[in-house]
């Protein structure tokens, strides 16, 4: 049985989709306009995707007015198996048939330990091995923020090196590791300061305006640089904090040779490397961790998202030699969701039995061919890019003046174009980033290959509208 049949066979019957020819409209209904005058001017998401969502199942929502769209946002990435899937329904049944205790703060329980095992035996050995796991408030940006603490306990020391086009999430710490400028402007000085940021190895526009492994090369003569240079300016780092693959940035990969180089000169300079796989975990890009493709072991794993099987969970994995933190140094009070812990250990057995990494591969190869297909007729289709199910399309102005490296600007204009054209077609999908100028594709990793074709000839037929009314 191919993992694709597995995964279909073993998905409960889903919602049909309206054919992808309808143009759906959006007047502006009841429950957008008391969430328009009663939410706060903070909200995002309802901005650019004005719906009311009243039903969801696999891969589709359906909102109050019986319309149906393929779900390629999935929660940010945090639903990896899609809404309401049999085996995440099963186990929240399973808590509370069972009358277990759904909040315990940091006392253990079965369910507990039974999560811990799941995901150690998810790491690499050679982290497993050594591995100990702080429970946090359950959002990233609060595991970012137990990652900060760690760090600069164990080391004694307070810099930070983050990455341009970074992000980690949005209280004061870790906002402070954010690349994007627009969130930080308002607020002036951060309460977190000795942050330092790095260019990332953005291969398409290369911030040295080389690319290709010279790019790498002097990306990483860079930072060994500025790690090893007494005047440098720059004190010797707590910690170096990277995403595998930038997702609010613009969903751009880094090289693995790059992660590979930056693992070892921060090992020898006794700098903690912390990855942030609070997007890109859980068989998201192919692997079960983003930082395995590089071969890596990282100091510290930050995850959230996909771990609680769509229930709000977060944590930070960390080597032995870090744990010098006093009791009381991290706490949060919904550190014990138990219905998040069985759900999550039920996604992750589920990615395991059924090579959800493997799928996620095959889909993921698939789409990007289907969208280099589409690029041949679309020169505003400037790069595509990713890894697994974790892929990006940055769309691009081809009557602009070229940069350094001969590729055209960033469009602001046309991605928004974009995204509303596939809302109109029943596909939502997201922008991120420079400029908002990258249409992203999250879709749950279940997505099967009929799937990944509708929605590659929705984006197509999306593309033509907005294309011709620029």
């Not at 706060?40 to 901005?47: G, H, K, V």
């Not at 330092?196 to 640089?225: H, I, K, S, T, W």
């Amino acid at each position: 049985m191919s993992v694709a049949t597995s995964l279909i066979e073993d998905q409960p019957a889903r919602i049909v989709p309206t054919p992808a020819e309808t143009l759906y409209q959006f007047n502006e209904s009841p429950l957008l306009a008391r969430q328009n005058q009663q939410e706060s001017n903070a909200r995002s998401y309802p901005r650019r995707i004005p719906l009311a969502l009243k039903r969801a199942k696999g891969i589709y929502v359906e909102d109050v007015e019986g319309r149906h769209f393929i779900d390629c946002l999935a929660g940010a990435g945090t639903l990896a198996l899609g809404h309401n899937h049999a085996v995440v329904i099963e186990a929240i049944r399973q808590v509370l048939s069972d009358e277990l205790p759904l909040h315990t703060l940091d006392l253990t329980t079965p369910v507990k330990d039974q999560f811990v095992q799941d995901l150690f035996g998810l790491l690499p050995p050679a982290l497993a091995a050594e591995a100990k796991i702080q429970f946090c408030g359950p959002t990233g940006t609060d595991a970012v923020e137990a990652a900060l603490k760690l760090v600069r306990t164990a080391t004694g020391r307070s810099t930070v090196l983050s990455f341009q086009g970074g992000y980690h999430g949005m209280s004061q710490g870790a906002l402070s590791l954010m690349g994007s400028l627009g969130p930080k402007k308002p607020l002036g000085a951060l309460l977190s300061s000795g942050v330092q940021f790095m260019p990332y190895p953005y291969d398409y526009r290369c911030p040295f305006g080389l690319g290709g492994a010279q790019g790498v090369q002097v990306n990483l003569n860079y930072l060994e640089n500025l790690l090893n240079d007494p005047e440098a300016g720059v004190q010797l780092p707590a910690a170096v904090i990277v995403e595998v693959v930038q997702g609010e940035g613009g969903v751009i990969p880094a090289d693995l040779d790059w992660l590979r180089g930056v693992r070892r000169i921060t090992e020898k300079a006794g700098v903690a490397l912390i990855v942030d796989e609070i997007q890109s975990g859980f068989a998201r890009t192919g692997k079960m961790f983003a930082f395995e493709h590089a071969g890596i072991i990282p100091d510290v794993v930050v995850m959230s998202k996909a771990i609680g099987g769509s229930l709000p969970l977060a944590v930070v994995v960390y080597r032995d030699w870090l744990d010098t933190w006093l009791p009381g140094a991290h706490a949060g009070t919904f550190r014990g969701n138990q219905m998040a812990m069985a759900a999550g250990s039920a996604v992750m057995r589920y990615l395991v039995e059924h090579k959800v990494c493997e799928h996620a591969t095959a889909m993921g190869e698939r789409l990007s061919e289907h969208l280099r297909i589409l690029q041949r007729d679309f020169p505003h289709m400037g790069d595509i890019r990713g890894r697994g199910l974790m892929l990006g399309v940055e769309l691009v102005d081809p009557s602009g003046a070229p940069d350094a490296q001969g590729h055209a600007p960033i469009s602001a204009a046309l991605a928004p174009l974009v995204q509303r054209e596939c809302l109109k077609r029943g596909l939502i999908l997201e922008l991120g980033g420079r400029h908002g100028g990258v249409v992203r594709f999250l879709p749950p990793l279940v997505i099967t290959a009929a799937e990944i074709d509708q929605v590659a000839g929705i984006f197509g037929r999306a593309m033509t509208a907005a294309t011709a009314s620029l």
